[in-house]
Every structure is written in C-alpha cells, then in structure tokens.
C-alpha cells in the first residue's frame, strides 16, 4: 500500500529513509515537468519515491514565470521567504517587495485579471508549489552545507588547546544552527495548493502521509471525529531490507483492511518489529482513520472557502468511505 506525501513536493534524503522504513515506496507530487532535484531522481532511481504529476498542461508558461522570478529574485538580491511570498493560495498575487515591471510581465503572462475558474486554481497552485519546492531545495542545501562547516568545526575545535577554545569555542554551534524549517512555513498554502491537485488526481488516492506536524494537525482540525487506527512506535530506520521486508507487507495488510473493513483489528503482531532494540535510530507511526466521508469531501475540507469554486464532477465517491492519515515523527 503507497501513501501520498503530503503537502510537499519536494523530500530530502533524510525524511525518504524515515518515511520508506515504514513503506516499500511513498509518492511524491510534482507540480509539472519542472527539473526534478538531483536527490529525487536517485530517490526514484531507487524505487524509493513514486513521481506523479496529477495536473499537466501550460508547462512552457509555469516554466516561464518560474525562471522570471529566480532571475529577479537573484538580481534583487531576494531569497528564502520571498519565493513563497511571491503567489497567494488563488490568484497571482504581488506585494510591496516585487518590481512592478516583474508582476505586470507575470501577470501578463497569468493572462490578466480574468474570471476566476478551475484551470486557474489549478495553475496558481502549481506555480506556489513550484516556488515552494524551488524554496525547500535550496533551504536543504544551505542546511547541508551548515553541518558540513559544523563537523568541520568541531575537528577543528577537537585539535585546539585550552586557551584557543576560551577564544573561539563561543563562536560555535549556535551559530551554526540552520533557521530552516519547511514543516512550519506557508503550511495553509501549501495544503490548500496541494489539495488542488489532489482532487484531479486519476488515481484518487485515500491514503496519505506526511512528517510535518503542523500539516497533520491542520488536516485533522478540517475532519471531524478520525479515530486512531495504529501507534506504533520504535520502528527502526536503515535496518537491512531483509529484516523489515516482512514487516512492511503486514503493515501494508493491515492499511488495506483498515481502508476496505468497517470492523478491522489490526493486528497484534504489527508491534513487534524484529531488531528494532538494534537500531540506532527508531521513528514512530501514527494513522488515523476518517470514516464516512468521499475522498472529495475530505479533500474541500481542507480548501473549505473555496467549495463553490471546485465542484464534484460526480466520480470522486468511487473510493469509498475511508480516509487514512499518517504522521511518521523522528
């Protein structure tokens, strides 16, 4: 069973091995056929994460505006939170930071302040989250970077005497810590963009994941009475395949029946994670199960304001009346 990552669409290294110790692969949306990052492509490569693009079409022009605004961003001198500052949740929207001759080309090419529709929902939503994993990539790579001048820090420190640490040794750690956290930025946006794109997607999935608490708690918030299905804890993360392999096909068992059977007991053995006590680093799993809901309305619970803008095309009840939930936390 592949949950989908949620609401990100982009993941690093770290969170793919915390997320796929509990799945044999997650899928990850993309917002268009943008140049997906060099780690995602060896994160596929490896059947870790499964790309799907839900929403295609105005690929040139997403490019486009995309590339206008990083040439913009960098002559500006702007970066970090001015790309996701740069599109509301709905329509193209610029503030007092951006060049007027930038967001009239934008708009220009968003085609004018034209009658709200389906198509522009849905563009606009690709375009943040466009900005938005643009944002994240780049955040995770001056992380990386950080911790690298850290361990280099630290040896550096390790070789020095007694009175050179009185000189220096104030100036480390805090300084180096990464102020970087997607999890607790934009994550309204960022669901109700994502959830845009979930409603179109063919696949109609009605089992989703995520690591961001704060995305966990806003959806549990938007859908009322979800019971909790599994907690599991001390599941080990880089443990050999052989090991989890058998695991990860019971849990995979118990979110079909959770999905398909009102009256599923979960089983008791799904506890019970051979040489979890050997790893070094263990994470936990919790689900939650939404029942009697359609897969449609779960997801405009989520965009709730805009209900009279995205309609029911009438087929999105085939997936039945189960919603999961999961939270993977470190």
Request: with cysteine; hydrophobic share 35%.
């Amino acid at each position: 069973m592949k949950p989908l990552y949620f609401p990100f669409t982009y993941i690093n290294d770290a969170k793919a091995a915390e997320l796929c110790a509990c799945f044999k692969q997650i899928t990850v949306y993309q917002p268009g056929f943008l140049n997906l990052p060099e780690n995602m492509q060896t994160l596929s490569q490896k059947g870790l994460i499964d790309i799907r693009i839900p929403v295609s079409g105005d690929e040139a022009k997403l490019k486009a505006i995309l590339s206008e605004y990083k040439t913009w961003a960098k002559l500006h001198q702007k970066s970090d939170t001015a790309f996701l500052n740069a599109v509301e949740e709905k329509i193209p929207y610029f503030d007092e930071t951006f060049s007027s001759e930038l967001a009239s080309q934008i708009k220009k090419n968003m085609g004018g302040n034209q009658p709200k529709s389906k198509t522009d929902f849905l563009f606009n939503s690709r375009l943040f989250l466009g900005l938005a994993q643009e944002y994240d990539e780049q955040q995770d790579g001056l992380t990386r970077d950080m911790i690298s001048v850290g361990e280099m820090e630290k040896k550096l420190l390790s070789e020095l005497t007694n009175e050179d640490e009185m000189l220096f040794g104030n100036n480390s750690d805090d300084a180096l810590k990464a102020g970087y956290d997607p999890e607790k930025y934009k994550i309204k946006e960022r669901l109700e963009a994502w959830a845009h794109l979930a409603l179109d997607d063919k696949e109609k999935p009605n089992f989703f994941i995520t690591d961001s608490k704060d995305a966990f708690d806003f959806i549990i918030e938007t859908n009322l009475n979800p019971e909790i299905a599994l907690d599991l804890h001390s599941i080990p993360v880089c443990l050999a395949p052989d090991i989890m392999d058998s695991w990860q096909i019971m849990l995979a068992k118990q979110i079909e029946g959770l999905l398909s059977d009102k009256n599923f007991k979960v089983s008791k053995d799904i506890k019970n994670v051979l040489g979890a006590n050997k790893s070094e680093r263990n994470i936990s799993l919790r689900i939650l199960r939404i029942s009697n809901i359609s897969r449609y309305e779960f997801l405009q619970n989520i965009l709730a304001k805009d209900n009279d803008i995205r309609q029911n095309n009438g087929k999105d009840d085939e997936t039945g009346n189960y919603i999961l939930i999961g939270i993977v936390e470190g």
